[in-house]
């Protein structure tokens, strides 16, 4: 049985070295959408933490239908990470100066007193995983095993949920 700090720490391990995520939102006519976005933290609440600007045009959409999707993925070592969580936009000065680095200033050049700096939280509802956790020539040596024996390939990789 996994427990709640296992499924964290398996999520932050699985996205941690993934640069962006792409967070899915419903708009104002119900259609997904989505736009990539930088995660700065996965936190011990099982919140996952972006900066984002009170200017983006999905804050609306986040405030109407904050239930969402975030997808990563790293197609070098066959990592795929798909979270549902709730949204919310927040402006915390003390979470900000925490998280704050020098990659967020050339969006908010004025630090954390930037007026249209804001945070975006993420609590994680749950995760999927597919973890290949073996290299790109045993995936293509099973891959090939496959198309010759015509039964499906085995022992390539780890797929999961997580519910933290």
Request: hydrophobic share 40%; aromatic share 8%; proline share 4%.
């Amino acid at each position: 049985m996994t427990t709640q700090n296992d499924a964290l720490e398996k999520i932050r391990d699985l996205i941690k070295d993934i640069k962006f995520g792409m967070f899915t939102t419903v708009d104002e006519n119900n259609h997904l959408s989505s736009r990539p976005l930088t995660s700065q933290q996965v936190d011990a609440a099982g919140n996952i933490w972006f900066f984002i600007s009170d200017e983006a045009n999905y804050i609306n959409a986040v405030q109407q239908h904050p239930e969402i999707n975030l997808s990563f993925s790293d197609v070098d070592d066959s990592v795929y990470v798909s979270i549902s969580g709730r949204a919310e936009v927040l402006r915390d000065r003390q979470k900000a100066e925490e998280l704050w680095n020098a990659m967020v200033k050339p969006w908010f050049p004025e630090g954390v007193d930037d007026p249209h700096l804001r945070l975006l939280k993420v609590q994680i509802h749950a995760a999927e995983y597919w973890d290949s956790g073996s290299s790109k020539m045993m995936q293509l040596f099973a891959m090939a095993k496959a198309a010759i024996t015509g039964e499906q390939p085995k022992d390539i990789g780890e797929h999961g949920t997580l519910r933290p």
